[in-house]
């Protein structure tokens, strides 16, 4: 029973990495897919099941080892200094089972790069398009790129202005009407942000839905268009907004934990956190918390409440998994 329950948490352990893992590259292209993103979605839960199955079996791998060691050190003599007394004693009460050195670094290597992948990944899911965004509703019914032409003066909503300058306008919202050929004559583009104040005559690109002109369209560039037309999973290096950028900072910093946390300790301490049911309930915790808060992202909602906070911070959350062996280390040199 003792070895069934061990290979089970081996087994939870890999289904769980190996979901986070397929999630994180599956989310690297869906910056132009339009909501729900069902798959990542699928694998974020299948990770955090897993995850507090693994938490569920160390628990009773523990229970189950101490209740065998009471009669086993009561009714059998057991030699002072023994190798096999002691390794009976290591399996039964501390239930952590014997690792290589190598074998235990690698592996927390390999956990703590998921880990900074899944956080960096995190930054950037907020910032996906929601299910009833004007470029979903365009994906959903055939969008498509047009070279078009601005017909009437643009009218102004609202201007920015230079902090240090008042007076000197740096940006412009308007309401624009344009030509799309060998389509509607007059098509309105509404709530177009620009840094200049756009002339009749220009020419644009535009991405609008034929089926359905009454949307309206949005304006960018004819790459980044025709990769929304598509809508086909594609891995977007340039990242396209500044959460991108954050999450990038952020794994840099966070790069030479990555390797401390892992290369840095001894193979026993890695070994002891790995089978340790408090620590890993608080990883199976931090994951549900995640996956609960980046679901609204991820199927095209808002998130409210309690999901608001676990999206604003949950990136912050997976984050900190990295510093599980801080407290082994302190426990360590205090004792």
Known sequence: MENVLTQAV??????????????????????????PHTG?????????????????????????????????VAGVSLEKGSRASRR????????????????????????????????????????????????????????EVADVTVVEQPRVIRKSYDDDDRDRVVGYVVEMVVSVPQGPARLTLGWVERSELPRTGERMSVLWSRENPSLGGITGTASELHRLADARWKVNPAGGNV?????LVFGLCMLPWVFLFALGLEGETLQELAWSPGVQSVHALIILC???????????????????????????????????????????NRS
């Open 290 to 332: 995640a996956a609960y808060g980046y679901t609204p992202a991820l199927t095209g909602h808002s998130a409210h409440g309690l999901q608001a906070l676990f999206q604003a911070g949950g990136w912050l959350l997976i984050a900190s998994m990295l510093f599980s062996p801080a407290y082994q280390l302190i426990k360590e």
């Open 40 to 72: 990542v979605l699928i694998c974020v839960w299948a990770a955090a099941g897993f995850a507090l199955v693994r938490a569920v079996l160390l628990w009773v791998r523990r229970v189950r080892g101490r209740r065998l060691a009471q009669p086993a």
């Open 88 to 143: 009976r004693e290591w399996d039964l009460l501390d239930a952590v089972p014997y690792g290589l050195e190598g074998w235990a670094k690698a592996r927390q290597l390999a956990t703590n790069f998921l880990i900074l992948a899944a956080c960096m990944t995190a930054v950037t899911l907020p910032s996906l398009p929601e299910g009833d965004s004007l470029t979903v509703k365009l994906q959903r019914t055939g969008a």
């Open 10 to 35: 081996r087994v939870s352990a890999g289904l769980a990495f190996a979901a986070a893992a397929t999630g994180g590259i599956w989310a690297l292209g869906i910056d132009y897919q339009p909501a």
């Open 243 to 247: 959460w991108a950028g954050v999450a």
